[in-house]
């Protein structure tokens, strides 16, 4: 079974950066898309970024020009760099694996002040 752990979430004043990582007990070029979500509060989960085996991005409106997803397959690690940071990015990064219902970390928090 396929495990991930997501790290590099915090607490961050509007305007700065924060790089979240995602590390795959497996290879990541296994599967042919990965992505990120986030669940704000009171919210749904949604669909941040996504990363398909062949390079091809896709990004919320909310984030582009913003957002950067990027994978390091020698470390089987997902990334999402996170520049101009607003107070409604705030929510719970999710990484996930695979189409469909895939696989999915246990999230991590990220808060951004005004």
């Known amino acids: 079974q396929v495990q991930l752990v997501e790290s590099g979430g915090g607490l961050v004043q509007a305007g700065g950066s924060l790089r979240l990582s995602c590390v795959v007990s497996g290879s990541i070029f296994s599967f042919n898309v990965m992505g990120w979500y986030r669940q704000g509060p009171g919210k749904q989960r949604e669909l941040v970024a996504s990363?398909?085996?062949?390079?091809?991005?896709n990004y919320a409106d909310s984030v582009k020009g913003r957002f950067t997803i990027s994978r390091d397959n020698a470390k089987n690690t997902l990334y999402l760099q996170m520049n101009s940071l607003k107070p409604e990015d705030t929510a719970v990064y999710y990484c996930?694996?695979?189409?469909?219902?895939?696989?999915w970390g246990q999230g991590t928090q990220v808060t951004v002040s005004s």
């Open positions: 990363l398909f085996r062949g390079g091809m991005t």
């Open positions: 996930k694996a695979g189409a469909g219902f895939g696989s």
